[in-house]
């Protein structure tokens, strides 16, 4: 027969039951054994097993419930230390505004506590989407060498910050289209890698490594974070995948965060099929281990446009430099490679009165005191028009964009680069098209018509201003009536693109697109929606796209994203 127990808590007049056992019946004779002070547990059981592994369960609910208290006091002060800057910048802001300078600081400090704060917010969403089984993984080819230059761009601010001494390896890298989520391989990546640097003393020491092995159709990802920071006991290391677990809290250590990142890490982790390793020492630092098995894209590579062709490398990186030698070689590419500004002058000039001018220049960063790598650029833009030219970098092409261009540079190879990466930008570059593949400046659409559906009116606000810089004509919707009503009542082809917020009064943002698209006119199918909202998780883009929608903007508006967004055809 089976075992019947339950847990009441004594305590309690009425002994109402917290937990049961399938088949228990109150009415029935039971022991009466005290688990705690504040907990009875009913059995008609003798095995002491069975009250040790209750024991154990309760133990560990209550430890659950005390952590669970711990991350909610944390996340209290960890919520309100970043909206004590937003408020308290904003005041400073609004007396500044005649202090240019100050006024940009204080939107700068905005900008870094808004951005900390969604972080929090974004972690307590994931966790509570994981424990509901809701979070799902997406599988889609992307580059591995973007991937590690958003990451690195990412954490390099908070490196530079507190003067870590950063060193960055890549090795074996055979395949570099990947199939997988690259947003999540980030946020893993991210969050590692923030965590060396926050748990790091200043002037510290931080390695990171990525490598593959090949294992017959699967490519193992394999990524390393050392550092020499204060480490975790051996105890905290056993609990440091369980959630709102944090060694330190807040006030004491100052180091802010919601004990859910490496929580996260683990299931995200698991859920792609990986493994994860820790070692750490307290006061001597940690290392984290990640092996993720991924599909990945076989290597196919045409030099047909570099054929016949002669590149200057102008390349002070050792590092960069050596990457660079043995890929073109790889190649069959003719080249010949300089270090400085001065020696890049006299190469082309050289070349150019021995009548054998460069087909292209491959530029990388100059900080010389007879001038940078745009001077450099500007130079040769002048000297010959017609000398197509790439960048290669460690910056963010947004931040460097419009400088790059008025240089002549319009082509560009982000850092870390891998054979396909560096053979497709050096083919970009010999197409002589000057069309920037990589621009995230606002669109010219002055001759467009934009219907923006938005019932907040700050955000309204926001996307209207944002919209101005396309010289777009932009008409305005309240709610998916209003956004409706305008649309049937519009001419044919008056709105090429509908920004549509979801959730709204009256008609949602999904009804409404699914109303425009039933229509029986003749635009009703070729006209753009796209869905901007917060809804950001995978079903709720996979529900815009169901819906008849183009595509999805999310909020906070990442302002790159919308414009290489509406750009398109």
């Known amino acids: ?91 400073l802001a ?37 424990n509901s089984g809701k979070l799902t993984i997406n599988n889609e080819l992307f580059s591995l060498s973007d991937l590690l230059h958003d990451t690195l761009t990412i954490i390099r601010p908070q490196m530079e910050q507190k003067h870590h001494n950063f060193d960055f390896q890549v090795s074996d890298i055979q395949y570099e289209g990947l199939y997988g989520d690259p947003l999540r391989l980030r946020q893993i990546y991210v969050n590692i890698i923030n965590n060396a640097i926050k748990y790091t003393n200043d002037n510290g020491n931080i390695s990171v490594s990525v490598s593959e092995t090949i294992n017959d159709d699967k490519c193992f990802l394999r990524f390393s974070c050392k550092d020499n920071g ?105 080249y010949d490679v300089v270090s400085s500004f001065s020696s890049a002058i006299d190469a082309i000039t050289n070349s150019s009165f021995n009548n054998k001018p460069y087909d292209g220049a491959v530029l990388g960063k100059i900080e010389e005191s007879i001038g940078d790598t745009f001077d450099l650029a500007a130079y040769l833009k002048k000297s010959f028009p017609s000398l197509p030219m790439v960048l290669i970098s460690e910056d963010r092409w947004e931040e460097i964009e419009y400088r790059a261009n008025r240089a002549g540079i319009h082509h560009f190879i982000p850092v870390p680069f891998f054979r396909k990466s560096l053979i497709n930008g050096l083919n970009e570059m010999m197409s002589n098209d000057n069309t920037d593949t ?7 659409l002055s001759d467009k018509h934009i219907l923006l559906v938005e019932d907040n009116l700050i955000n309204r606000e926001i996307a209207i201003e944002l919209l101005k810089e396309t010289h777009a004509q932009v008409d305005t919707a309240e709610n998916g009536k209003e956004a409706l009503d305008k649309y049937l009542n519009s001419k044919i082809g008056y ?49 815009a796209k169901e819906m008849g929608m183009n595509g999805h903007i999310a909020k906070p508006i990442d302002v790159t994203k919308m414009m290489q967004t509406i750009a398109q055809k």
């Open 1 to 91: 027969m089976a075992k019947q127990y339950a847990i009441i808590n004594k305590n309690d007049p009425e002994r109402k039951i917290i937990a049961q056992s399938a088949g228990f019946r109150i009415e029935r004779p039971y022991r009466e054994i005290e688990l705690n002070n504040d907990f009875l547990l009913l059995t008609d059981d003798d095995d002491s097993k069975l009250i040790l592994d209750l024991e154990k369960q309760l133990a560990e609910a209550q430890n659950a419930n005390i952590a669970k208290e711990v991350f909610l006091s944390n996340m209290s002060h960890d919520i309100r230390t970043p909206m004590n800057a937003i408020i308290g910048m904003t005041t």
């Open 94 to 130: 609004k007396k500044q505004i005649d202090e240019k300078n100050k006024l940009l600081d204080s939107l700068n400090k905005i900008d870094t506590a808004s951005s900390h704060l969604l972080t929090l917010i974004n972690e307590v969403l994931d966790m509570s989407r994981i």
């Open 230 to 334: 204060i480490g975790m006991s051996s105890q905290f290391i056993e609990r440091i995948f369980n959630p709102f677990e944090r060694e330190l809290n807040s006030t004491m250590s100052g180091i802010e965060g919601t004990g859910l990142g490496m929580s996260i890490v683990k299931k995200l982790v698991d859920l792609m099929n990986g493994e994860i390793t820790i070692e750490s020492k307290l006061n001597e630092g940690t290392r984290v281990e990640i092996s993720v098995p991924f599909a990945y894209e076989k290597l196919q590579i045409s030099t047909s446009s570099l054929s016949n062709k002669h590149l200057l490398i102008v390349m002070p990186d050792d590092q960069i430099r050596n990457t660079l030698d043995a890929y073109l070689k790889e190649f069959e590419i003719t």
């Open 438 to 444: 990589n621009a995230v400046s606002a669109p010219d």
């Open 495 to 543: 709105y090429d693109i509908i920004l549509m917020d979801i959730q709204m009064p009256v008609m949602n943002g999904y009804d409404s697109c699914k109303a425009i698209r039933l229509s029986d006119r003749l635009d009703a199918q070729s006209i753009r929606i796209y869905a901007m909202s917060a809804n950001i998780f995978a079903e709720d883009i996979a529900k």
